[in-house]
């Protein structure tokens, strides 16, 4: 069965930029494609970026296009979100996640889950 861990997070100021980190562990994680969801406080979790499998084709909430740029390295088996200028309206727990459905948004077709890390960004 497999795991994945999750680092990085944590507190910073409007504009500045996190990489979070998602890595892999007990199974063949070049076969998963991964996606990056989050949780603002008191609300839904919500979709974030997906990417597949080859690393080949991103997906984007509209929200984080052009600011987060999602990636993995299948040799490593680790996966990567890379958050710039980032907006006290990304506070929120992000998770990474993986699954077989392509870059889909939809958070159900993901089955192995990260454990959640926190990302304030203060004004």
């Known amino acids: 069965q497999m795991q994945l861990v999750q680092s990085g997070g944590g507190l910073v100021q409007a504009g500045e930029s996190l990489r979070l980190s998602c890595a892999a562990s007990g199974g063949l994680f070049y076969r998963y494609d991964m996606a990056w969801f989050r949780q603002p406080p008191g609300k839904e979790r919500e979709f974030v970026a997906a990417i597949i499998w080859m690393g080949g084709s991103t997906s984007y909430a509209d929200s984080v296009s052009g600011r987060f740029t999602i990636s993995r390295d299948n040799a490593k088996n680790m996966g990567y979100l890379q958050m710039n200028d980032l907006k006290p309206e990304d506070t929120a727990v992000y998770y990474c996640?993986?699954?077989?459905?392509?870059?889909?948004?939809?958070?159900?077709?993901?089955?192995?889950w990260g454990q959640g890390t926190q990302v304030t960004v203060s004004s």
């Open positions: 996640a993986a699954g077989s459905s392509g870059t889909t948004r939809d958070e159900s077709m993901y089955d192995t």
